[in-house]
């Protein structure tokens, strides 16, 4: 209580603060700018959105178009299958987000192991991210969901959406140990070196000082990832299972009207956006903690 | 005379081909308060990391307690059980408050348990003044505070040894004082410590025995007096009447 400025110490002593005129001045000004910028934003983007509305069907492929792509009736009949296909979809990311989370971490924490007892270990994993961050997901897919259950091994599943989950993995696995290994990479070295010093072997170190830091710092480009994965559950309709764009699929084929997919689009859009805008608010958030 | 604590002899440490400890030979018995001086460069940081094992020294070799630590088949964590080090740069973890800085080893090194580990905690907080500060995260904490908190962490695992790394070269001097006056009072409690510092008046004042290092040669090696008032080699005396 030592350190206040004399005009703070001058209120205490005559009691309750009083706002002074000057502040209450500039605070009025501040309300005004801040409605003043929000009229003119909504001003503008109301502006654009006709100009590109105006332009869009002005053009004079319209009227087919909006037959084929923007049809009511054609949305209202796929709307409750490409919907139930689409609850697939968040069951599909559901499963795999954790796997994959739990994959990426083992994976990095094996690439950052220095003993030469874990050499095999350790080029297992570097094989591993080197081929599945090279071959496309797509690829992944179809290899596992026609590969493995050729094999006709005792255990390999045989669902599609299971086999569809372990492709997803596999491939994702290997963006997100990436990102978890630059992050575990991004800790400055002395960090390990205090833990080490402070007599931390080295998976107490990794546990409690390392990966802590690590993992926040990550978080932004994880969910970036999700963000991808969760349309990437689409790709899964290539080896069959009922999900959005597959029963979307079948809808279409049987009309030959694409509203089906806008109708899967739509519900894809409104499941990353909520993402997509926490991501930004995390990455915000983190800057401004490093500002400080 | 006593048997040392650490016995450092003929330790020789090169970084590519460069010798940055050239056969460094130093005692320090129990209780005993050693400076280190010399120019920027000379090896200070880099002899207390290879006591640390921080660093694998390239000849030579390191007794604590009379037992070799530079034995490859000893266990280095064990080793730096009992020994604590303070670093130039703070080193605090920044994801954990105060108090889980300081609880974190004793907790998961040496086992004690929460509650015990927490109230010794707190009791080296109010004893360098620090006690409200125990749920604070690092980045609030002035630059002093910080270093305190250091410190505090590395004594809080009760070392036989501690290692001082020019632990006031961030601070402004103001803050500097706050840091000595922790150190003035690990002296008085007999902690044995190695000290490599910038401050010769501090240096003059708390150490039983000062060594000049110079391009990592141990040049010369006496009491603080002796030193600071009679130094034999001529480099010791170049270095002292630059910096004095
Ligand atoms: N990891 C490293 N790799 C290469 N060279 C290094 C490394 N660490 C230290 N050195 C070199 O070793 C020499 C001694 O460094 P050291 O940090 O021990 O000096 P110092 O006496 O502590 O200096 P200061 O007073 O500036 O802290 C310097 O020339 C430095 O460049
Ligand atoms: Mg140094």
């Keep these: 209580m030592k350190d206040l400025d004399p005009a703070t110490r001058d209120n205490e002593r005559t009691g309750a603060w009083v706002k002074s005129e ?111 961050r090279g071959v496309p997901t797509i690829l992944v897919i179809y290899l596992v969901g026609f590969g493995l259950p050729a094999l006709e091994l005792q255990g390999v599943p045989t669902d599609l ?32 070196s205090a833990a080490r010093s402070l007599g931390l072997t080295h998976g107490q170190s990794m546990r409690y000082v ?13 969910l970036n990832d999700f963000v991808s994965l969760q349309k990437d559950t689409a790709l899964v309709a290539t080896i069959g299972p009922l999900e ?16 089906p997919y806008l109708v899967a689009a739509l519900l894809f859009i409104l499941l990353t956006i909520p993402m997509a805008r926490f991501t930004d608010y995390l990455a915000i958030r983190s800057q401004r903690r490093r500002g400080q | ?27 320090v018995r129990p209780h005993e308060v050693v400076c280190l001086i010399g120019a920027s460069g000379s090896g200070k940081s880099t002899l207390l990391r290879c006591v640390n094992m921080l660093e694998t020294i390239d000849d030579g070799s390191i007794f604590l307690d009379g ?18 080090i303070v670093f130039q740069a703070f080193n605090l973890f920044p994801h954990m408050t105060v108090l889980d800085n300081i609880t974190l080893a004793p907790r998961k090194v040496h086992k004690v348990g929460r509650a015990q580990a927490e109230e010794h905690a707190r009791d080296l907080l109010a004893r360098f003044g620090l006690a409200d500060k125990a749920g604070a995260y690092p980045d609030r904490l002035s630059g002093g505070q910080q270093q305190r908190v250091a410190i505090i962490r590395a004594l809080a695992t009760q070392p036989r040894l501690m290692l001082l790394d020019e632990v006031t070269s961030a601070l402004d001097p103001a803050l500097v004082k706050e840091v000595l006056g922790i150190v003035r009072e690990l002296k008085e409690g007999e902690m044995t410590m190695i000290l490599a510092t910038h401050e ?25 007096e002796q030193i600071f008032t009679d130094p034999r080699d001529p480099r010791t005396r170049d270095f002292l009447r630059s910096v004095l």
Aim: with cysteine; net charge positive; charged share 20%.
């Design chain 1, 22 to 132: 000057q502040q209450v001045r500039r605070e009025a000004t501040r309300r005004k700018r801040a409605l003043r910028s929000g009229s003119l934003a909504t001003a503008s983007t109301v502006v654009f959105l006709v100009l590109i509305l105006w332009g869009v069907t002005a053009s004079p492929g319209w009227p087919r178009v909006q037959e084929t792509f923007f049809n009511p009736e054609a949305f209202v009949r796929a709307l409750p299958d490409v919907l139930d296909g689409f609850l697939l979809n968040i069951k599909i990311f559901l499963i795999a987000e954790p796997l994959i989370l739990l994959v990426g971490l083992l994976v990095a924490m094996v690439r950052s192991l220095k003993s030469p007892i874990f050499f095999p270990l350790r080029a297992l994993a570097i094989a591993y991210v080197d081929i599945f």
């Design chain 1, 161 to 192: 959406a299971t086999l569809g989950i372990i492709a997803l993995t596999l491939s994702y696995g290997a963006y997100v140990a990436e990102v978890f290994r630059a992050g575990i990479e991004s800790v400055h070295p002395s960090q390990r």
């Design chain 1, 210 to 222: 390392v990966l802590p830091q690590a993992v926040r710092r990550v978080v932004p480009p994880l």
């Design chain 1, 244 to 259: 959005a764009l597959r029963q979307a699929q079948i809808h279409a084929s049987g009309t030959f009207n694409y509203t």
């Design chain 2, 1 to 27: 005379m006593t048997d040392p604590l650490l016995r450092v002899e003929g330790v020789w440490k090169h970084y590519h081909r460069h010798s940055v400890l050239r056969g460094i030979d130093l005692e």
């Design chain 2, 67 to 84: 037992r070799e630590i530079t034995d490859p088949d000893v266990d280095e964590d064990e080793v730096r059980r009992r020994i604590g």
């Design chain 2, 200 to 224: 010769m008046s501090f240096a003059r004042e708390i150490a039983d025995t000062v060594c000049f290092l110079d391009g990592g040669v141990l040049r010369e090696r006496g009491t603080a």
